[in-house]
């Protein structure tokens, strides 16, 4: 299993979106590579409605997503389409799943990635998340049991604050939303959290030597 910092293994796939080559195709982009355990199963039903719903969203943000599941592409099809031409819920209907699913029924990718826990199941992927920058860096991991649905919101909220951080320096509090203030790198040494105290810049303020914030506008 790839851990944070890790450069995110690399695979070819077949999915209903046609063959990927991971990380080739997605070059200079955002990846959420999540897996579910089955289709025709409610849970992965909603997610996927909701990830669907919310592409364009993670679009506007360099992202795209690749859903994964250990089932047929055959099994994959009859169910995106199910769902787009039957189920309505939470006021969305006819949505259509416009992102890869991937094949994975000898479960090359889900085993790369670690998403088969056998704790948990031998012969389904758990409800796993990569995050991958645009390096192809596994820069967030986040793993929900079987019975759970993910947090699209929460999803969507940690691409946001990882690009905020690496596109100026920073790091954000618990809770962090876009707008709110941010937080400072913290000093490497007693001179500089001294001079970091005694310094006036525009916008930051500090409530410790460790511990300074830059308001947001």
Not at 49 to 65: D, G, K, Y
Not at 126 to 142: E, G, S
Not at 187 to 199: D, F, H, I, N
Request: hydrophobic share 40%.
């Amino acid at each position: 299993m790839p851990l944070i910092g890790d450069d995110a293994p690399s695979f070819k796939a077949v999915t209903t979106m046609g063959e990927i080559n991971f990380p080739k195709d997605y070059k200079g982009k955002w990846v959420i590579l999540f897996s579910h355990p089955a289709d025709f199963t409610p849970v992965c039903t909603t997610e996927f409605m909701t990830f669907a719903t919310m592409q364009e969203e993670f679009r506007e943000l360099n992202t795209e997503l690749i859903g994964l599941s250990i089932d047929s592409i055959y099994a994959h099809i009859a169910w995106l389409r199910t769902i787009k031409e039957k189920i309505v819920y939470k006021g969305m209907k006819d949505v259509e799943v416009n992102f890869p699913v991937i094949e994975d029924l000898k479960m090359d990718v889900a085993k790369k990635f670690g998403m088969v826990q056998p704790n948990a199941s031998t012969t389904q992927a758990v409800r796993a998340v990569f995050i991958m920058d645009p390096k192809a860096k596994v820069r967030a991991i986040l793993y929900y049991p079987l019975s759970n649905g993910r947090n699209m919101d929460e999803i969507k909220r940690i691409i946001l604050a990882m690009q905020k951080s690496d596109a100026e320096n920073i790091a954000t509090p618990a809770n962090w939303q876009p707008g709110d203030d941010v937080i400072i790198p913290p000093p490497g040494s007693c001179g500089t959290a001294k001079e970091r105290v005694e310094t006036e810049e525009e916008g930051k303020y500090c409530l410790d030597w460790f511990m300074c914030l830059k308001k947001q506008s």
